[in-house]
């Protein structure tokens, strides 16, 4: 009796061991999702200051890069609200600053709006991706030199 005794205790040691060890790595585990989360928000405020400091240089410091920034801002709908105005409203103001991205950027904005050739966002876009190309975007020019031979 006593050896089943001595076996019943370590058998139940053992379980209570076994059951502290998933415990602890439960609560581990819980604790780095919790660190995981907060350095996510911290990552979102740090993301949503950025894109407040860009369009800030924008609006005051009038930099075409920042303007870029702040029209994809508006096209993704990353730390605002989606809008297909703003974001042409801010690649309009980049390419006006001289920022050739900006310009090929705002080109294919009117290039895909749907409508047919010939029509005035597509001349808008040409118009941009010429500029584009004369600021030195590769792309732009290329789009520009395959719209010249069809």
């Known amino acids: 009796m006593k050896g089943n005794h001595k076996k019943i205790i370590v058998a ?23 660190e995981f989360h907060r350095d996510s928000m911290a990552s979102d405020f740090f ?13 005051r410091n009038k930099d075409g890069e920042a303007c870029l920034d702040t029209a994809r801002y508006y096209l993704e709908g990353k730390h605002v609200e989606e809008d297909r105005k703003k974001a042409a409203y801010y690649l309009a103001k980049s390419c006006g600053y001289n920022n ?9 904005f009117w290039y895909n709006s ?8 597509n001349r ?11 600021l030195g975007n590769d792309q732009s020019c290329t789009i ?7």
């Not at 050739?100 to 705002?106: D, M, N, Q, R, V």
């Open 124 to 134: 808008r876009a040409i118009s941009h991706f010429k500029k584009a190309c004369g």
């Open 47 to 59: 993301d949503v200051d950025r894109a407040l400091n860009r369009k800030n240089l924008c609006d």
């Open 12 to 34: 139940g040691i053992g379980v209570v061991l076994v059951v502290l060890l998933v415990a602890g790595i439960v609560i581990f585990i819980g604790g780095m999702k919790g």
């Open 114 to 121: 749907g409508e047919s050739p010939g029509s005035s966002n």
């Open 100 to 108: 050739s991205e900006g310009c090929y950027h705002l080109g294919t």
């Open 144 to 150: 520009i030199n395959k719209m010249e031979q069809d």
